[in-house]
């Protein structure tokens, strides 16, 4: 589901509710196909990663303010973000990111 729960309809308002979950660990993507966690520097491949849940933000005035956030969760139940425009306005050239979150499981859940 790409729904946002009340009073979560901008980007900044979710990352806000993250963080006082607790779940403010970003993640970067990195030009080998892994995921760095910021706050350490630990690289993550595909297995043991999986998208579980999808905030889709559109932008009102401009196009090049839609993104997704994907909230991330390893294998040892370290929950993080990471966040990329999409479209023609991609934060990743190439297919690189597209393939990765492609090939992520979901099992999606909802946050109270």
Do not use: C, H, W
Not at 22 to 30: L, P, T
Not at 65 to 77: F, I, K, P, W
Request: glycine share 10%.
């Amino acid at each position: 589901m790409e729904t946002k729960p009340e009073g979560m309809t901008t980007l900044s308002r979710v990352l806000e509710v993250l963080a006082e979950r607790g779940y403010d660990n970003e993640f970067r993507f990195m030009e080998d196909g892994r995921l760095e966690y910021v706050n350490n520097g630990q690289l993550y491949d595909q297995e043991g990663l999986k998208i579980i849940r999808t905030y889709r933000f559109e932008g009102d005035s401009n196009p090049s303010d839609s993104a997704v956030l994907y909230l991330l969760e390893n294998q040892y139940g370290l929950i993080g973000y990471i966040i990329n425009a999409y479209g023609m306005y991609s934060d990743f050239e190439g297919d690189g990111f597209d393939n990765f979150i492609r090939k992520l499981p979901v099992e999606e859940r909802e946050f109270e």
